[in-house]
């Protein structure tokens, strides 16, 4: 796919996402939430890609659903949704998110409104500038929380949380946002970036990437489980698989030699056999 409404770029072992309709302050549409999928999965299939930041171009983030087809934006046919009144992409980034073998960070640097916010909810790290402001505004244009958020939301928050900023719909800034669970620090808006990549550098310096991509499934898909016996299920095959490894042995090699690791695993080639378990 063409990239129309999103940038991708990557450096080194970080891939860089941009929602680029600045002028629109990147406002979604089905168009920019299939690229949003296929980006994800051009890093997936990159083993050289260890983290995926997305952040937004300009002053916002994602200013939420395009709506300048007026009330008809979100009918059947319109920008956002399909002729089976689904949104075109099936919610293929949620999906693409969800699924990632990859850290994603979402470097929120504006206005993440409506969709704008609900689509860095599968993200596995939230960071936002004091120049960010939230809204989860769907009850106030007589709509329901979408993109799976009904889901993401009370996991990340909490219910009571959860609950107070839906059913109000009201517009917050960043500092309320870090003081309830929605993203875990607040930076100026220079720093935003660089404490972005720092925290992907982080990660990609000192982790195995099987070992990520197995730990980010497990922790999102056991999370709201009601016992411990799924993960019970799934823990100790994935530890004995990874156990026999090479990744292990270098592991455990680097902390007594006391220096950083190289792991020699790839998740295009090296994923446990019963991996996916779901």
């Not at 979604?28 to 930041?53: N, S």
């Not at 949620?94 to 993200?123: R, S």
């Not at 016992?227 to 095959?237: E, T, W």
């Given at each position: 796919?063409?990239?129309?409404?999103?940038?991708?770029?990557?450096?080194?072992?970080?891939?860089?996402?941009?929602?680029?309709?600045?002028?629109?302050?990147?406002?979604?549409?089905?168009?920019?939430?299939?690229?949003?999928?296929?980006?994800?999965?051009?890093?997936?299939?990159?083993?050289?890609?260890?983290?995926?930041?997305?952040?937004?171009?300009?002053?916002?983030?994602?200013?939420?659903?395009?709506?300048?087809?007026?009330?008809?934006?979100?009918?059947?046919?319109?920008?956002?949704?399909?002729?089976?009144?689904?949104?075109?992409?099936?919610?293929?980034?949620?999906?693409?998110?969800?699924?990632?073998?990859?850290?994603?960070?979402?470097?929120?640097?504006?206005?993440?409104?409506?969709?704008?916010?609900?689509?860095?909810?599968?993200?596995?790290?939230?960071?936002?500038?004091?120049?960010?402001?939230?809204?989860?505004?769907?009850?106030?244009?007589?709509?329901?929380?979408?993109?799976?958020?009904?889901?993401?939301?009370?996991?990340?928050?909490?219910?009571?949380?959860?609950?107070?900023?839906?059913?109000?719909?009201?517009?917050?800034?960043?500092?309320?946002?870090?003081?309830?669970?929605?993203?875990?620090?607040?930076?100026?808006?220079?720093?935003?970036?660089?404490?972005?990549?720092?925290?992907?550098?982080?990660?990609?310096?000192?982790?195995a990437p099987v070992s990520v991509a197995l730990t980010r499934?497990?922790?999102?898909?056991?999370?709201?489980?009601?016992?411990?016996?799924?993960?019970?299920?799934?823990?100790?095959?994935?530890?004995?698989?990874?156990?026999?490894?090479?990744?292990?042995?270098?592991?455990?090699?680097?902390?007594?030699?006391?220096?950083?690791?190289?792991?020699?695993?790839?998740?295009?080639?090296?994923?446990?056999?019963?991996?996916?378990?779901?």
């Amino acid at each position: 796919m063409e990239f129309e409404q999103l940038r991708y770029a990557v450096e080194g072992p970080v891939a860089t996402v941009i929602l680029s309709r600045p002028d629109k302050l990147n406002a979604y549409t089905a168009r920019m939430g299939a690229e949003l999928a296929e980006a994800i999965a051009l890093a997936d299939a990159d083993d050289a890609v260890r983290a995926v930041i997305l952040t937004g171009e300009g002053r916002g983030f994602c200013a939420g659903a395009d709506i300048s087809g007026g009330a008809d934006s979100f009918g059947e046919g319109s920008a956002n949704f399909g002729s089976g009144g689904e949104p075109r992409d099936g919610n293929g980034f949620v999906q693409a998110l969800f699924d990632a073998k990859k850290v994603t960070i979402a470097a929120i640097n504006g206005a993440a409104v409506g969709v704008g916010v609900t689509l860095t909810l599968p993200c596995d790290i939230r960071i936002a500038s004091d120049a960010a402001r939230f809204g989860f505004v769907f009850a106030r244009r007589g709509l329901v929380p979408e993109a799976g958020s009904a889901w993401f939301l009370p996991q990340i928050v909490g219910l009571p949380q959860a609950l107070r900023w839906c059913l109000s719909g009201r517009l917050f800034d960043a500092a309320e946002a870090h003081a309830g669970g929605l993203v875990s620090e607040v930076t100026a808006p220079a720093s935003l970036l660089p404490r972005a990549r720092a925290i992907a550098a982080e990660i990609a310096e000192t982790t195995a990437p099987v070992s990520v991509a197995l730990t980010r499934q497990m922790l999102w898909r056991f999370a709201g489980e009601a016992s411990p016996d799924g993960a019970l299920a799934v823990d100790g095959r994935m530890a004995m698989a990874l156990g026999r490894g090479a990744d292990v042995r270098e592991g455990v090699a680097a902390f007594l030699e006391k220096r950083a690791p190289a792991f020699p695993g790839r998740v295009s080639t090296d994923m446990p056999k019963d991996y996916p378990w779901w």
